[in-house]
């Protein structure tokens, strides 16, 4: 891979990522950014290459996610990261090519994993606590 080309970030495609990835609709991330924002809106927004640092920030926080993470996530250097700790060596057993020499602790990472998980979860089940208040709200008027 050559180091002096730089990758572009598609902001968008990453704020649809996490919006899918939290479970959130796109008419749902437009009425928690106000009344100036539909459905459509959001989906020309998810469109769009760059975002502007004002938008970005509001919608990572109606998102609860850091703006980086939506600034610097990269899918195709997550999976590098992945494909380069997995090199091939016969299976006797089965006659498949597996084996797996990671660079980096798995037991370190696996406890990372699972911090984020819960991170995620409970970000997750806040989010969903919101909703119902949302909902029970819309009930009530």
């Known amino acids: 891979m050559d180091t002096s080309t730089t990758k572009t970030i598609h902001e968008g495609r990453n704020v649809k990522r996490f919006r899918e990835m939290l479970g959130i609709k796109q008419e749902a991330l437009a009425a928690a950014l106000g009344e100036d924002w539909n459905q459509k809106k959001i989906s020309l927004l998810e469109a769009k290459d760059k975002l502007e640092s004002n938008i970005l920030a ?10 980086e993470a939506i600034r610097n996530f990269d899918e195709e250097a997550a999976i590098n990261i992945i494909g380069n700790t997995v090199t091939t060596v016969n299976d006797n057993a089965t ?47």
Do not use: C, H, S
């Open 58 to 67: 509001e919608v990572a926080k109606a998102l609860k996610v850091p703006v």
């Open 95 to 141: 006659g498949q090519l597996f084996q797996i020499q990671p660079t980096f602790n798995p037991i370190d990472k696996w406890v990372e994993a699972m911090e984020e998980n819960k991170q995620l979860y409970e970000r997750l089940l806040q989010t969903e606590r919101e909703k119902v208040a949302l909902l029970e709200q819309l009930l009530r008027k």
